[in-house]
């Protein structure tokens, strides 16, 4: 008959196997791969999934911001408004308008494309994580890239749905302060080959990062959704 001790150690040594076994297999788990696919296949499969998303977000939000304008040019305020403020940084209405007119959705579309490289990018498949933007926050759901810049993680955002993203995206181009020239711009016009010239802050290509959009948007003619 075991000894208590011995049983304890037992038990002990059974629950060390266990984790383990788990820390193994989370090591060398593989993350699912997408099967191998022509340009035109791939394409297809991005809008498939990425147009009707951005469709959906964009009628959300142009929805609000048309409701929160007639309220604002009736020179009216509401509780819902005041919060808006508070979330998009907006000292004034004219300044929480700019911030929440969305923009054409051909820009959403190829940034998602150039981001996410059509859908296919670790980000996307593990996160849902289109347009690469960061976390900074160790408490929001969020991935770590594989590569380190020196001996710095690099974390992403992780999203429950394609919509989501697409609905942080544009919030984070309507409050972050890099952004304000493009919101300006956006408030006089609704051509996607001017706005795209004002994203030089989005990513380290600068200048570089609008004229790449341009050749996206016009190449795939994704203009034509800003249409519908």
């Known amino acids: 008959m075991q000894s208590p001790s011995t049983k304890i150690k ?16 989370k090591v ?20 498939s999934l990425i147009v009707p998303a951005v469709d959906t977000v964009y009628a959300e939000l142009m929805t609000r911001y048309q409701k929160v304008k007639a309220t604002v040019d009736a020179g009216g305020t509401n509780d819902d408004i005041e919060a808006l ?5 907006a000292s004034n209405n004219e300044e929480l308008l700019m911030a929440l007119k969305p923009h054409p959705k051909s820009i959403a579309i190829a940034q998602a494309a150039m ?6 990018s670790r980000f996307f498949n593990v996160a849902y994580n289109i347009f690469g933007v960061w ?11 594989l590569k ?19 609905y942080d995206y544009y919030r984070t181009l309507g409050r972050s302060s890099a952004f304000a020239e493009f919101r300006q711009t956006r408030m006089e016009t609704e051509d996607p080959f001017v706005l795209v010239t004002k994203l030089d802050k989005y ?3 600068g200048a570089l990062y609008g004229e790449e959009l341009t050749s996206i ?11 519908k």
């Open 115 to 120: 981001e996410s490289s059509w859908a296919t």
């Open 85 to 89: 403020k508070v979330e998009y940084k």
């Open 28 to 47: 060398t788990e593989k993350e699912p791969e997408l099967p191998k696919m022509t340009v035109q296949e791939k394409k297809a499969r991005f809008k």
């Open 148 to 166: 380190k810049r020196g001996d710095k993680t690099i974390w992403v955002k992780k999203y429950d749905s394609i919509e989501a993203a697409v």
């Open 135 to 145: 976390s900074f926050d160790e408490d929001e759901p969020r991935v770590a890239a």
């Open 203 to 205: 990513s380290e290509k």
């Open 217 to 227: 948007i016009k190449f795939n003619k994704f203009d034509q959704y800003d249409t």
């Open 10 to 25: 037992a038990i002990i040594a059974i629950i060390l196997l266990i984790i383990i076994a788990a820390v193994i297999y």
